[in-house]
């Protein structure tokens, strides 16, 4: 989301590097889709949904029916749908997720001793 932010609407939303756009982005933005706290279900249920639901999208852009174009063609559509298939960032999307797991965690396992 916030690569569609700074790309589309040109504000200077996170540090501009590629590296920062080409692994940081990818791995945030399942995180930001799919709230774990609002889910029920264990954390590995909550990320596997994140997982599917974030490949399911990059693999919807293998698709170009003229209709989803259209939906591409709009702003909102283009920062949801996106436009073209990547395949590292599947394996980048994974990655996040197990991040936001091992975090959670990592949280969990320390407010037990709090």
């Given at each position: 989301m916030?690569?569609?932010?700074?790309r589309h609407?040109?504000?200077?939303v996170?540090?501009?590097?590629?590296?920062?756009?080409?692994?940081?982005?990818?791995?945030?933005?399942?995180?930001?889709?799919?709230?774990?706290?609002?889910?029920?279900?264990?954390?590995?249920?909550?990320?596997?949904?994140?997982?599917c639901?974030a490949?399911a999208v990059?693999?919807l852009?293998?698709?170009?029916a003229p209709w989803?174009?259209?939906?591409r063609?709009?702003?909102?559509?283009?920062l949801v749908?996106g436009?073209v298939?990547?395949?590292?960032d599947?394996v980048?999307?994974?990655v996040?997720?197990g991040v936001g797991?091992?975090?959670?965690?990592g949280?969990?396992?320390v407010?037990?001793?709090?």
């Amino acid at each position: 989301m916030l690569s569609g932010w700074e790309r589309h609407l040109g504000h200077r939303v996170m540090p501009s590097s590629t590296r920062h756009r080409q692994f940081i982005y990818p791995q945030m933005a399942p995180m930001a889709q799919i709230d774990s706290q609002n889910c029920r279900g264990t954390t590995l249920r909550v990320a596997s949904y994140a997982v599917c639901f974030a490949w399911a999208v990059e693999f919807l852009q293998l698709y170009h029916a003229p209709w989803i174009d259209g939906i591409r063609s709009a702003r909102l559509g283009h920062l949801v749908l996106g436009s073209v298939f990547n395949g590292p960032d599947l394996v980048a999307y994974v990655v996040g997720i197990g991040v936001g797991v091992v975090v959670e965690w990592g949280i969990r396992r320390v407010g037990r001793w709090v």
